[in-house]
């Protein structure tokens, strides 16, 4: 059964042998585009990383497999581009989350144990990324966002990002939006600065932050 049947027989049916064929065929792909974003962060455990496969997964098929369903393939490949989007944005949003929340409990500490051994500029840091997120959750939309991130955290190439058949760009539309965003989160993160260096992050200290 070819890649097209196998999601066709899934949005039709539903039953579970047409979702047990379709994880059969993506699970390879998912599982390896999740573990790249969590290394990325340390060494991964297992659970970790099928929790991850479980909620890529949870996001396919949510809104009665919206997101499926008004996916337009322009080859037979694309579907693949398509899903390992999607799971690599399962993944950077977990860790995200992860972030935001280890960083408002070091705030909350008593400074005792994890803040009085952090440095002032991971704290600085840690937290520009979560602004510069809020930034785009609430002015770009999803794919755009999933641009910018797949360029600074992720460290792919303009061309890279040009290839994944369903964000529908060009190698200079990746590259426009990545130079109209990083403008933008400029702009943004300027005007609330109080001290020098504080604007973007380059794409490597971007992809390192933990």
């Known amino acids: 059964m070819v890649t097209a049947e196998i999601v066709g027989?899934?949005?039709?049916?539903?039953?579970?042998?047409?979702?047990?064929?379709?994880?059969?065929?993506?699970?390879?792909?998912?599982?390896s585009s999740v573990s790249r974003v969590a290394r990325r962060y340390g060494a991964p455990s297992p659970a970790l990383i099928d929790d991850l496969i479980q909620d890529t997964y949870l996001r396919l098929c949510k809104d009665n497999c919206r997101s499926l369903r008004e996916f337009r393939a322009q080859h037979e490949e694309s579907i693949f581009g398509y899903i390992k989007v999607v799971a690599s944005s399962v993944a950077l949003d977990?860790?995200?989350?992860?972030?935001?929340?280890?960083?408002?409990?070091?705030?909350?500490?008593?400074?005792?144990?994890?803040?009085?051994?952090?440095?002032?500029?991971?704290?600085?840091?840690?937290?520009?990324?979560?602004?510069?997120?809020?930034?785009?959750?609430?002015?770009?939309?999803?794919?755009?966002?999933?641009?910018f991130w797949l360029y600074y955290r992720q460290g792919y190439t303009a061309r890279d990002i040009a290839s994944i058949p369903n964000l529908g760009l060009t190698q200079k539309g990746v590259e426009s939006c990545i130079y109209r965003l990083t403008q933008s989160v400029r702009n943004t993160v300027a005007g609330s600065a109080t001290g020098a260096g504080k604007g973007l992050p380059p794409q490597n200290t971007l992809g390192v932050m933990k």
């Open 94 to 147: 977990h860790f995200r989350a992860r972030s935001t929340h280890k960083r408002r409990a070091e705030i909350e500490d008593d400074g005792t144990s994890k803040e009085a051994s952090q440095s002032s500029s991971a704290i600085e840091h840690s937290a520009l990324i979560g602004e510069i997120d809020q930034r785009l959750a609430a002015t770009e939309t999803d794919r755009d966002r999933n641009i």
């Open 9 to 31: 027989a899934c949005l039709d049916t539903g039953n579970e042998a047409a979702w047990t064929a379709f994880v059969r065929h993506f699970q390879p792909l998912i599982a």
